[in-house]
């Protein structure tokens, strides 16, 4: 089964750091473009972050550019979100994506993992 499984979200204070990571299962995630999306309350969900299948070329929203850094490790079928400097607009469910490079018909995604930025 096609899997895509988020992990490290949880509390932090603003100006903390958190590392998400997302685990691909039952596909080559080599062969995928990998996204982060997130959904903060009462907020549609917006795309965060982009990342090439070679982990070469990178996408970030504005909001996050600078502070957000998206990676890749191909050979453990992982993607990384490393979050820096993290601001109470941050907080939302964030989730992991991942679509064939040739191809925008087919998506798949995980189920989310809740980070909280407060004092």
């Known amino acids: 089964q096609v899997q895509l499984v988020e992990s490290g979200g949880g509390l932090v204070q603003p100006g903390g750091s958190l590392r998400l990571s997302c685990a691909a299962s039952g596909f080559t995630s080599s062969t995928y473009v990998m996204s982060w999306y997130r959904q903060a309350p009462g907020k549609e969900r917006e795309l965060v972050a982009r990342i090439t299948t070679t982990g070469s070329s990178t996408n970030y929203a504005d909001s996050v550019k600078g502070r957000f850094t998206a990676s890749r490790d191909n050979a453990k079928n992982t993607v990384y979100l490393q979050m820096n400097s993290l601001k109470p607009e941050d907080t939302a469910v964030y989730y992991c994506?991942?679509?064939?490079?040739?191809?925008?018909?087919?998506?798949?995604w995980g189920k989310g993992t809740l980070v909280t930025v407060s004092s």
């Open positions: 994506s991942a679509r064939p490079a040739t191809s925008t018909a087919l998506r798949y």
